[in-house]
Antibody, heavy 121, light 106 residues
Framework: QVQPQESGPGLVKPSETLSLTCNVS????????WTWIRQPPGKGLEWIGY???????KSNPSLKSRVVMSIDRSRNQISLHLSSVTPADTAVYHC???????????????WGQGTLVTVAP | DIQMTQSPSSLSASVGDRVIVTCRAS??????LNWYQHKPGKAPKVLIY???SLQSGVPSRFSGSGSGTDFTLTISSLQPEDFATYYC?????????FGQGTKLEI
């Protein structure tokens, strides 16, 4: 069973960079994409972006150019960096694996439990 | 961005009930529609992908249908472990977007 596990600081100051790591166990990284999704308290899910194991990335235009994602296949790790954070970036951040198959098929098959990041002075 | 609208936003039901959750996309998404179950403090879990394909290991009481803009998730006979929040998600175009969620309560 593939298990993504997020880690990182629980508190980040406004204007700083939020940095999270996702360690993946139980499966291969290649052949899938890796995605970050967040959920602000009391709100719905927001897609942040994805990265293919080969390095191709796409991010949510709403986050403009604040998102940087990277992948370290040798360590089975994915990283997220979100710069210039504000309190609006307070959320539970999930790392997850995406799968594409034939027939209109593109879905997230394994999610991490998520880690809460609070942006406050 | 494609907007996903779920209804209802919350639903009270009993064990054994048949429950239907609907999801409407603001533009056509073919069958690029997925359903997830989320319980507090747990990792979300995919139930249905490509509108109607049941993910491996998911009980057959869950089913999905639809294409284009209108989709449904049906739970044929609610079990105690099904009380959770359900989200639809479109993977047709970037940015991927989710419905606002349907909280299923006893």
């Amino acid at each position: 069973q593939v298990q993504p596990q997020e880690s990182g600081p629980g508190l980040v100051k406004p204007s700083e960079t939020l940095s999270l790591t996702c360690n993946v166990s139980g499966g291969f990284m290649s052949g899938y994409y890796w995605t970050w999704i967040r959920q602000p308290p009391g709100k719905g899910l927001e897609w942040i972006g994805y990265m293919y194991s080969g390095g191709t990335t796409k991010s949510n235009p709403s986050l403009k150019s604040r998102v940087v994602m990277s992948i370290d296949r040798s360590r089975n790790q994915i990283s997220l960096h979100l710069s210039s954070v504000t309190p609006a970036d307070t959320a539970v951040y999930h790392c997850a694996r995406g799968a594409i198959c034939a027939g209109d098929c593109d879905f997230i098959d394994f999610w991490g439990q998520g880690t809460l990041v609070t942006v406050a002075p | 961005d494609i907007q996903m609208t779920q209804s209802p936003s919350s639903l009270s039901a009993s064990v054994g009930d048949r429950v239907i959750v609907t999801c409407r996309a603001s533009q056509t998404i073919s069958k690029y529609l997925n359903w997830y179950q989320h319980k507090p403090g747990k990792a979300p879990k995919v139930l249905i992908y490509a509108a109607s394909s049941l993910q491996s290991g998911v009980p057959s009481r869950f089913s999905g249908s639809g294409s284009g803009t209108d989709f449904t998730l049906t739970i044929s006979s609610l079990q105690p472990e099904d009380f959770a929040t359900y989200y639809c998600q479109q993977s047709y175009s970037i940015p991927f977007t989710f419905g606002q969620g349907t909280k299923l309560e006893i």
